[in-house]
């Protein structure tokens, strides 16, 4: 059937087409003031505080650990919430059944999509940023030396924009109200993925996002070099790429026209090129002993050393550590001044401690890495130490005391192989069972005195001094020593120090 | 004309739900009835370039809607309610209507006058600052009204747009109808045929895709003359002659 009423035609003229900075912004507001993202701020903040603020507070008020944290931490628990909400958010019109109307709307759909995403990112920035500026705000009144690191928080806030933008496409191409924690939970799982991966392959796996300068501890770079931002820089690059790229495969898939899916096109294809050109990098990267390098990018003006002013403890042998390290000083001199105290002034003895960079050697094929441990050496004889990589005061559940007793497992036991010998079992030659392997007479007076000067300095069982079988005249003698006045073992060790050394010494000349 | 309907026919699957329909209407209010399942929301959902026909022509405030440039520009001038509104239940009233003038492209700064008029036209003005979560469901198809006619549209889709709506509010909505359709094309989807009586200077009826009426309510009306048909009203037993009349008729061809 045909129907037709008599009505004149109309063809009203062209209406400007208003799409500009101010409809964008008008879009925006009321995006921003309707967002989920800000409903979940107070949320996000909890989580901050769990997760990121409590355990950076307890570690020392060091730059690099902080910003360490709050790559790590901050976004192992923000970005899978981050991804949800913002799956919520692009599930709105599918869940609440708006697609209609506003699929018949003159504004390209990208542009509203756009707006919607932009709004959840900024709410979901403003939480992130805000908790680095708290901790940021905090370490700046604390720290003793350096200045905040910017990478970290640059890898951060690409992070919290590509979760939102996975997030966000997820939820328009799957509009369910189950789509928000699917995507929580799948954001979870890559990130955990990713965190095995990296065991695994120490190349490409480098550009998971919550890597910072593989598996080197956080307080081994930053410090004694410039951070090197090598692999930061790939991280953003990938992470905006994907980012681009999925808002682009959505512009892709909204109707417009061709000019919009020409540009759609363009963000898709170039998001994938930065994307893959980030993993391309990543698997360039090698670690080196103040962080990941990756030759295409690397400034080799970062390899040079920051010059500083060291601080040190006032004692028979001074403990210099670097400033950043001040806080530990107590800690350090205290575990290692009862044994400087005993061998000040000996032949061969260290005149000065003094902190440097660590330095390590990587394991292959894994991505592991085993750090330097102290050293004695030089004219005059100085300990370099390393306290990087160590388990510091505030750190899990380590405590100061944890702290001291760590080092003096460390430093001492290695003094006294240097100072006085006698690091072999066997000085004989003999090879058999361990029952059979006896040290020979002068080997044990060494292993005596060592012994009864690392009762004295608190060194723990265990600890690389050869243990003395109780009861024994070896260990008789040790306690003899021990007990005497410090004096006194310090004018006996200056005047026999050198023939103990050298093996003449047997365990009845000892006092 | 601002709506020109040639052949139009709209498949989903095996079903044919708009099943040639050929129609030409320019400026006032124009009612489309039909029982359920007539095809009534499926050729609105046409019209609102929601989706395409499956062959058919159709052209828009004389502009062709298949066509990216001519779809926008046709989108600018157009107002549509669907059936089921969908709403953001943490929008206020205005925000919402806001939301959707922003979204058909209408200068930004005309923007906040429009909403307000709009708003006001359908009564709403008090609740204005209200959260939809909060209105009922009158009140929220008044919302969706709103939305619509936000941006003086040269052509007006309303797919039951009185259904809910107090008897009070449903006079008010049809000289709201009146008044719009002096400058605009109007197309009414309803199952209230007082509603049409009261608003509409044309009127359709579909049945199983196919218009099989087509005239002023008084014509409908008249088709009931002479006959038994059922109703309590005149337009009524109008409705329920035809529909018996193209029943027959097509009973007959198979």
Redesign the interface.
Known sequence: MTAATDAPVRHGPPRAASTGPLTAARLLRIELRRNAMLWMLPLLAALFWFSTYRPSMALPPWWNLRGTLLQQQALLGFAPLMAGVAAWMGSREGRRGTADLVGVTALPRWAGQLATWAATTCWAMVAYLGGVAVVYGITARQATWGGPLGWPVAVGAAMVAASCALGFAAGTLVPSRFSAPLVAVTVFLALAAGAIAIEHNSTYAQIWPLNVQGALPPDTFGTFSPYLPDLAITQVLFLAGLAAAVLGALGLRAAGGRWLRCAAAVAAAAGLAAAGTGVGLAGTARPEAHGIVIPTLHDTANDKPIAYTPVCSQAAVPVCLHPAYRSLLPAVTAALDPLLSEVAGLPGAPVRVWQVASTHLQQRPHNGIELSGPVIGGSPPVVSLPLSGMALPGEGHTTAAEFIRQLRSQVPPMLLNTLIGGDQLDTNGQQGSRSARQPSPSVLAQQVIKAALAQVAGVPPDSGVPPLPPGSPADAAAKRFAALPAAARHAWLVDHLTRLRAGQITLGELP | ??VEISDLTRRFGRTQAVAG????????V?GLLGPNGAGKTSLL?ML???IPPSSGRLRL??RDPGV??PR??I????G?L?Q?????P??TVV?FV???A????????R?PGAVATAVERVGLGDKARAKLRTLSGGMLRRVGIA?AIVNQP?LLLLDEPTAGLDPEQRVAFRALLRELGQHA?VIVSTHLVEDVGAAC??V?LMDQG?????GTPGELTARAEGTAAAGDAPLERGYSAVLAAARSTAAARS
């Open positions: 004309m601002n329909v050929t129609l030409a209407t320019g400026p006032g124009f959902r609102a370039t929601v405030l004389g990216y440039g926008r520009e989108r600018r001038r157009l549509y669907p089921n509104l969908g709403y953001y943490g929008f925000e806001e939301y959707f922003l979204l058909k492209d209408m200068p930004a700064g923007v939305q040269e094309t200077s044309q359709a196919m218009l099989v009426f087509h």
